[in-house]
Nanobody, 118 residues
């Protein structure tokens, strides 16, 4: 059963923009910190951005000033707005949810491909 449904990936030229979306259930959205990770070919999966239930955010240094993560509490959706894209941003992007309760549970989306052409 797919718990996190991602959309919005695609092919874009250098300098372009994309917005990724990740929709989930209210149960997950209201009990988890949400984030976006990415994995490029031959590399480890890395954290891109995280937004906590409190609304606080943190970003990888490589995307600061270019990417913005946000959550829409009315739609149970987290977004990643990506501007000024670079070829090195090319990767499969995964939505992530980490529960904040005593029992830790992690959820992953299926991934969406982002390709930035030079």
């Amino acid at each position: 059963q797919v718990q996190l449904v991602e959309s919005g990936g695609g092919l874009v030229q250098t300098g372009g923009s994309l917005r990724l979306s990740c929709e989930t259930s209210g149960r997950i959205f209201n009990t988890c910190d949400m984030g976006w990770y990415r994995q490029a070919p031959g590399k480890q999966r890395e954290l891109v951005a995280r937004i906590r239930i409190s609304g606080s955010t943190n970003y990888a240094d490589s995307v600061k000033g270019r990417f913005t993560i946000s959550r829409d509490n009315t739609r149970n959706t987290v977004y990643l707005q990506m501007n000024s894209l670079k070829p090195e941003d090319t990767a499969v992007y995964y939505c992530n949810a980490d529960s904040i309760g005593i029992v830790k549970t992690t959820y992953w989306g299926q991934g969406t491909q982002v390709t930035v052409s030079s």
